[in-house]
């Protein structure tokens, strides 16, 4: 299990009106470019990182409308391999628009 940290900005400071997409703050999508494989994760709360996987898909929080979402995330990542992935992370703004930027990572 790897973790990927992100922190989503609005323009040169942390966005502070994030709205739940889905339930939750964040959806990430990390497809392996080479074998095509891929892991879809949520953002772990702190409370969450003493947890086994399984109590952290029976406790997984909803982030209701209203909630403050930090934009500081932390995504537990299955990543199979080393190499090179593709990163596709969404997220809803405070206008409701919905975000979904694209990076490419290195697993070392």
């Known amino acids: 299990m790897n973790m990927l940290d992100v922190t989503i900005y609005d323009h040169d400071q942390p966005a502070e009106h994030l ?3 889905l339930g939750v703050a964040a959806h990430a999508i990390l497809l392996n470019v080479n074998d ?10 702190m409370a969450m ?6 109590q952290m898909m029976k406790h997984m929080p909803v982030i209701k409308p209203g909630e403050h979402i930090d934009p ?13 992935y593709r990163l596709w992370l969404q997220f809803k703004d405070q206008n409701g628009q919905i975000h979904t930027v694209s990076f490419l990572l290195s697993a070392i």
């Open 72 to 84: 500081h995330l932390m995504f537990h990542v299955n990543l199979q391999e080393r190499g090179a």
């Open 49 to 54: 990182s003493g947890m086994s996987m399984d």
């Open 36 to 45: 095509l494989t891929y892991d879809h994760t949520h953002p772990m709360s």
């Open 19 to 21: 709205q739940p997409f």
